[in-house]
């Protein structure tokens, strides 16, 4: 199959992203991109009325955290307790832990951390949420949860027909507040198109708000209705009755969000630069960025898979294609019409990640610019922040 060429504006005075310092293979981050990205996401969430907490496991960076909040979110939603205490320390007031936490030794960390920050905590059963909240009542403290909700994905999550039944028992155990319910929409990621994904993203946010009725009606208060996908965001924070989004990939953007419409390479705030480390025939090529570097994902949507191949989408080389990875090499062929495009060893390319959470999950340092130059270098949290 051809493969589109797709240009994209470098600064006319400043280097093009692969001719940056960085060593390969490597994470850049343009900051003006960046914060025009929040910017946008956060004036859609003032204008719905409703809370923007972004998912900051995309990224896992400290800077990246406090500048999501002073440009306008509400808080951070997280998917482990150990990124909930990293982003405390770092000075971020507010923090919801997306992913259900079970047992003593995380209830005892989550009572430590909820006297410095304004906590909630996720679960999907009273099982679970009975394991923590004996620790807080012990401690004559509440903890504040939010039920998960089985939208579709099949992961975690209570399905809607038991909702009511869950949260009842849920908001009845000592040391328990429910406080909400919340779900990732992540079946909105198979949408065809931009009006597929709108339908999506709309049946997803009523279809949590008539579950929150749902369990309004046995009695529970149940303030929060929280949906998750940068997919889906813009759509479902318009819903009547939705109160919080929580997207993540909405920062940076990437070939998923491309792919889906909701952004372009200008808005596309990351690019992961590699060199070029062989050239054994004209249609073959490696790079030095591999799986550990760029995941194996494509797409999501099976339906994009043909205006956007591979593994990656190769900025500054198309008609190049990442057919396959190993762990440190990126395998390229020629997919363009013609002749292929040279590829000497040592070119470096500027590669937009599929899924850029995979990017930073593996690189875990970004080197930051502004108009054209290196700036900073920002660093993930370590491994205790997995916990």
């Not at 940056?20 to 996401?41: F, H, I, K, R, Y």
């Not at 995979?358 to 700036?375: I, K, P, T």
Request: some cysteine.
């Amino acid at each position: 199959m051809a493969a589109t060429a797709i240009s994209i504006a470098h600064d006319a005075e400043g280097p093009s992203w692969a001719d940056l310092p960085v060593s390969t293979p490597g994470l850049v981050l343009d900051l003006a991109v960046l914060d025009g990205n929040l910017d946008e996401m956060a004036a859609i969430a003032r204008s719905a009325k409703v809370e923007l907490f972004p998912h900051a496991k995309t990224h896992r960076m400290a800077e990246i955290g406090l500048r999501q909040v002073a440009h306008g979110a509400d808080g951070l939603c997280v998917a482990k307790l150990g990124e909930a205490e990293a982003f405390a320390a770092a000075g971020v007031k507010r923090l919801f832990v997306a992913n259900p936490i079970v047992g003593a030794d995380k209830a005892e960390r989550a009572l430590a951390l909820s006297r410095h920050v304004d906590l909630t905590l996720a679960t999907d059963s009273e099982a679970a949420a009975a394991s923590i909240g004996a620790v807080f009542a012990a401690a004559g403290a509440t903890a504040r949860m939010m039920l998960a909700i089985d939208s579709g994905l099949g992961r975690e999550g209570v399905a809607a027909d038991q909702a009511a039944a869950v949260a009842a028992a849920v908001h009845a155990l000592p040391g328990v507040e429910l406080v909400g319910i919340y779900t990732h929409e992540g079946t909105t990621y198979g949408a065809k198109d931009h009006p597929d994904l709108a339908s999506r993203a709309k049946a997803a946010g009523a279809f949590m708000v008539g579950v929150a009725e749902t369990i309004r009606g046995r009695g529970v208060p149940l303030p929060i209705v929280s949906l998750g996908a940068s997919a889906s965001a813009r759509e479902v924070a318009h819903v009547p009755g939705v109160t919080q989004i929580r997207p993540g990939i909405y920062a940076f953007n990437d070939v998923g969000q491309i792919a889906l419409g909701n952004a372009s390479l200008e808005t596309t705030a990351i690019r992961v630069i590699a060199t070029v480390v062989s050239h054994p025939d004209p249609e073959r090529a490696c790079i030095d960025a591999g799986s550990k570097s760029l995941s194996t994902d494509l797409v999501p949507a099976s339906a994009h898979r043909d205006a956007f191949p591979g593994m990656g989408l190769i900025v500054n080389a198309p008609g190049w294609v990442i057919e396959r990875m190993s762990e440190e090499h990126g395998w390229l062929r020629w997919h363009g019409q013609g002749a292929p495009m040279p590829l000497p060893v040592g070119t470096r390319l500027e590669i937009v990640p599929n899924h850029v959470c995979m990017a930073f999950a593996m690189l875990r340092r970004a080197s930051v610019v502004e108009n054209g130059q290196v700036v900073a270098h920002w660093d993930g949290f370590g491994p205790g922040a997995s916990e």
